[in-house]
């Protein structure tokens, strides 16, 4: 060997060190930036350089673990997932640091990540297997903090298998390219009255806020207020109040996730201001949704004292116009696991949101559960393909959920504003919903009990249903199957409206719109209170199936006798008879007809409190305007299966 030829080797052998050093500086510096977007779920970001590190050590199965939960994270590229997963569990192991630039072993959650892979892909089987390999890993005196979340999985892929096979029906209509600007159009939002839509355009790390307005029955072209709330590009739109003046926006303040409002006025948005401190805590809020009537707020949070995860809470405004002290909706409605997007239909008596912890496909389903006085029946799945294997939630339901909008990927990292129609309910059938607003031309004072729409049938006169207007928006809603109505809107000291009105079999809507305003009686003046006379009581052949109650039964509060029975509310009895009544006959009521079929009596009933007390102020309210004496409380109860 030359002496040339030793001196190359030696300097060579001096700088390969040096070389690799830098090397591995590099894939260092690479990793760590990485690891900082993945700790942000900045999944975008992070996933092209977890695949260069990939290139340079193809055999490490964390970065192979790293990348598949990128892909898991980012729409339209969940299905790339799978193959990294595989091979990142084939060298996963439970004492593996995956935060370490040196591991070369995934953790044993690669194996949860791959079985969430399968499920997403409609791999049921697959995913079962590999989430009960991953529970046989587990070692018993260490056992992973989401054992129960993988027991959900598994109970989610067993129901998955079962909700495909039994779809339910639903048209929806997209919106269009007016309305759907961006590539990902999301978060709809709908006033009550349905003449204001907000929507959130999402354009990468940051969020656009788009207002529309619906003039004549036409949606107008969107307006990016983003910089009218205060530059909010880290903003979602959350909810809107009755008549879209003020807007409810969630806030990802530096990840600690914040509930603001804007009001509309001068045809501007104001900036975004904070709740008070009992909505936002110190801890995560990611959603808030307003009724109706402006008065009640439901909201997610992760604030200690929950049931686990986001849970849904609920305020209500005070007298002084503040956001009083929060309430857990409780474990009818929150799981261990989170609960989210909460919305309360119209007619305030159904909850829409989206679980992780109830009974469905995995991951976020849709859920709706009914309101029974002051609390809840269990939620029920929307159903697949409205709720699938993947994250579904911000369903906003409109008409009292016959309707509702929600944003769907119609093709790859695109999100389109849908409006989505339910098919007929096994409650409502195939009737169609008259509802809307009534005003008074001379005031702007509550409704009471003087107020109410009539639905009568147009050849035998028979009043079919009553509808007391919301004392605050006045508004009202009525079921009714296909025939032939008279509808009369009536006050006391005010002008009634009749209008004559027809619901076909293949009705072109599900609801009919009629709002209208009463305008004062100027020959009307206070009379001394009548006495209701139930010696002259008008009967009808049947009662409206939409408000006769079936399934409750009722008991004198008197009666002790119900040990084995399940109290939900008091109420308080107007009258019993076999034979059912005209519901015109019930002033300053607001009118249950229930029935059962061991005593054969119709029993009308009117109002659900919580107390006897709040019963018998009810009672005596009713006797003072006129009904007899001997009105007496009902306590209703379903029996015990």
Same mark, same amino acid.
């Given at each position: 060997?030359?002496?040339?030829?030793?001196?190359?080797?030696?300097?060579?052998?001096?700088?390969?060190?040096?070389?690799?050093?830098?090397?591995?500086?590099?894939?260092?510096?690479?990793?760590?930036?990485?690891?900082?977007?993945?700790?942000?779920?900045?999944?975008?970001?992070?996933?092209?350089?977890?695949?260069?590190?990939?290139?340079?050590?193809?055999?490490?199965?964390?970065?192979?673990?790293?990348?598949?939960?990128?892909?898991?994270?980012?729409?339209?590229?969940?299905?790339?997932?799978?193959?990294?997963?595989?091979?990142?569990?084939?060298?996963?192991?439970?004492?593996?640091?995956?935060?370490?630039?040196?591991?070369?072993?995934?953790?044993?959650?690669?194996?949860?990540?791959?079985?969430?892979?399968?499920?997403?892909?409609?791999?049921?089987?697959?995913?079962?297997?590999?989430?009960?390999?991953?529970?046989?890993?587990?070692?018993?005196?260490?056992?992973?903090?989401?054992?129960?979340?993988?027991?959900?999985?598994?109970?989610?892929?067993?129901?998955?298998?079962?909700? /495909?096979? &039994?779809? +339910?029906?639903?048209?929806?209509?997209?919106? !269009?390219?007016?309305? @759907?600007? #961006?590539? =990902?159009?999301?978060?709809?939002?709908?006033?009550?009255?349905?003449?204001?839509?907000?929507?959130?355009?999402?354009?990468?790390?940051?969020?656009?806020?788009?207002?529309?307005?619906?003039?004549?029955?036409?949606?107008?072209?969107?307006?990016?207020?983003?910089?009218?709330?205060?530059?909010?590009?880290?903003?979602?739109?959350?909810?809107?109040?009755?008549?879209?003046?003020?807007?409810?926006?969630?806030?990802?303040?530096?990840?600690?996730?914040?509930?603001?409002?804007?009001?509309?006025?001068?045809?501007?948005?104001?900036?975004?201001?904070?709740?008070?401190?009992?909505?936002?805590?110190?801890?995560?809020?990611?959603?808030?949704?307003?009724?109706?009537?402006?008065?009640?707020?439901?909201?997610?949070?992760?604030?200690?004292?929950?049931?686990?995860?986001?849970? /849904?809470? &609920?305020? +209500?405004?005070?007298?002084?116009?503040?956001? !009083?002290?929060?309430? @857990?909706? #409780?474990? =009818?409605?929150?799981?261990?696991?989170?609960?989210?997007?909460?919305?309360?239909?119209?007619?305030?008596?159904?909850?829409?949101?989206?679980?992780?912890?109830?009974?469905?496909?995995?991951?976020?389903?849709?859920?709706?559960?009914?309101?029974?006085?002051?609390?809840?029946?269990?939620?029920?799945?929307?159903?697949?393909?409205?709720?699938?294997?993947?994250?579904?939630?911000?369903?906003?339901?409109?008409?009292?959920?016959?309707?509702?909008?929600?944003?769907?990927?119609?093709?790859?990292?695109?999100?389109?504003?849908?409006?989505?129609?339910?098919?007929?309910?096994?409650?409502?059938?195939?009737?169609?919903?008259?509802?809307?607003?009534?005003?008074?031309?001379?005031?702007?004072?509550?409704?009471?009990?003087?107020?109410?729409?009539?639905?009568?049938?147009?050849?035998?006169?028979?009043?079919?249903?009553?509808?007391?207007?919301?004392?605050?928006?006045?508004?009202?809603?009525?079921?009714?199957?296909?025939?032939?109505?008279?509808?009369?809107?009536?006050?006391?000291?005010?002008?009634?409206?009749?209008?004559?009105?027809?619901?076909?079999?293949?009705?072109?809507?599900?609801?009919?719109?009629?709002?209208?305003?009463?305008?004062?009686?100027?020959?009307?003046?206070?009379?001394?209170?009548?006495?209701?006379?139930?010696?002259?009581?008008?009967?009808?052949?049947?009662?409206?199936?939409?408000?006769?109650?079936?399934?409750?039964?009722?008991?004198?509060?008197?009666?002790?006798?119900?040990?084995?029975?399940?109290?939900?509310?008091?109420?308080?009895?107007?009258?019993?008879?076999?034979?059912?009544?005209?519901?015109?006959?019930?002033?300053?009521?607001?009118?249950?007809?229930?029935?059962?079929?061991?005593?054969?009596?119709?029993?009308?009933?009117?109002?659900?409190?919580?107390?006897?007390?709040?019963?018998?102020?009810?009672?005596?309210?009713?006797?003072?305007?006129?009904?007899?004496?001997?009105?007496?409380?009902?306590?209703?109860?379903?029996?015990?299966?």
């Amino acid at each position: 060997m030359t002496v040339m030829r030793i001196l190359q080797i030696i300097i060579l052998a001096f700088f390969i060190p040096f070389t690799i050093s830098g090397q591995n500086d590099e894939m260092r510096g690479i990793f760590v930036k990485a690891e900082s977007h993945y700790l942000f779920g900045e999944f975008e970001l992070a996933n092209p350089l977890y695949l260069i590190l990939n290139d340079q050590m193809p055999g490490n199965a964390n970065i192979k673990y790293k990348i598949g939960n990128c892909y898991l994270n980012i729409p339209g590229e969940k299905i790339k997932a799978t193959e990294f997963l595989e091979e990142a569990v084939k060298n996963a192991s439970y004492e593996a640091n995956a935060e370490s630039f040196k591991e070369t072993r995934a953790p044993l959650d690669a194996y949860f990540s791959l079985a969430t892979a399968y499920r997403i892909n409609d791999e049921f089987e697959k995913a079962l297997e590999t989430y009960t390999r991953l529970k046989t890993l587990m070692p018993e005196s260490g056992k992973l903090e989401n054992s129960d979340f993988i027991n959900q999985q598994i109970n989610s892929c067993v129901d998955a298998l079962s909700m /495909i096979d &039994v779809p +339910v029906v639903f048209t929806s209509e997209d919106l !269009g390219s007016l309305i @759907n600007v #961006g590539s =990902v159009n999301s978060c709809p939002v709908i006033s009550g009255d349905g003449n204001t839509l907000v929507f959130t355009e999402e354009r990468g790390l940051e969020n656009s806020i788009f207002f529309v307005r619906k003039l004549g029955g036409a949606w107008q072209e969107p307006v990016d207020i983003t910089e009218q709330l205060g530059g909010a590009k880290d903003c979602s739109s959350s909810s809107l109040n009755y008549n879209g003046t003020r807007l409810y926006l969630y806030k990802n303040d530096g990840y600690n996730g914040n509930i603001y409002c804007s009001d509309f006025s001068d045809e501007k948005w104001s900036k975004i201001k904070k709740l008070n401190k009992n909505i936002n805590t110190k801890f995560y809020e990611s959603h808030a949704s307003i009724s109706t009537d402006g008065k009640t707020l439901y909201f997610t949070s992760n604030r200690e004292g929950g049931e686990g995860g986001l849970d /849904i809470y &609920v305020s +209500v405004l005070d007298s002084k116009g503040k956001w !009083g002290k929060a309430k @857990n909706l #409780g474990i =009818v409605i929150n799981t261990p696991f989170n609960e989210d997007t909460p919305f309360i239909t119209g007619d305030f008596t159904t909850l829409y949101f989206s679980s992780e912890g109830h009974a469905g496909m995995g991951g976020y389903d849709l859920f709706r559960a009914e309101k029974q006085g002051e609390s809840w029946k269990s939620p029920s799945n929307l159903g697949y393909p409205l709720s699938t294997s993947d994250n579904d939630s911000f369903f906003h339901p409109f008409n009292n959920g016959q309707n509702g909008y929600y944003s769907v990927y119609t093709g790859y990292k695109e999100k389109n504003i849908q409006y989505i129609t339910m098919g007929a309910s096994a409650d409502q059938g195939g009737m169609t919903e008259i509802k809307g607003i009534v005003t008074l031309s001379d005031t702007i004072i509550e409704f009471n009990d003087n107020f109410r729409v009539l639905l009568a049938d147009r050849n035998t006169g028979y009043t079919l249903d009553v509808s007391f207007p919301n004392k605050s928006t006045g508004f009202y809603h009525l079921l009714a199957d296909p025939g032939q109505y008279v509808l009369t809107w009536e006050g006391l000291g005010y002008i009634s409206i009749i209008k004559e009105i027809e619901i076909y079999e293949n009705h072109p809507s599900p609801f009919e719109t009629l709002d209208v305003t009463l305008e004062p009686d100027p020959d009307w003046a206070p009379e001394n209170i009548e006495k209701i006379d139930y010696s002259n009581v008008p009967m009808v052949d049947e009662v409206n199936s939409s408000i006769l109650v079936t399934d409750l039964v009722l008991r004198d509060v008197r009666d002790s006798d119900s040990t084995n029975k399940d109290v939900l509310y008091y109420t308080v009895q107007l009258m019993a008879l076999h034979n059912p009544v005209d519901l015109s006959f019930f002033r300053h009521a607001e009118v249950t007809v229930m029935y059962n079929d061991a005593d054969q009596f119709y029993k009308y009933t009117t109002g659900k409190y919580m107390t006897k007390e709040e019963a018998y102020n009810r009672r005596d309210e009713l006797i003072s305007l006129g009904y007899p004496d001997d009105l007496f409380i009902q306590t209703v109860f379903r029996e015990n299966k």
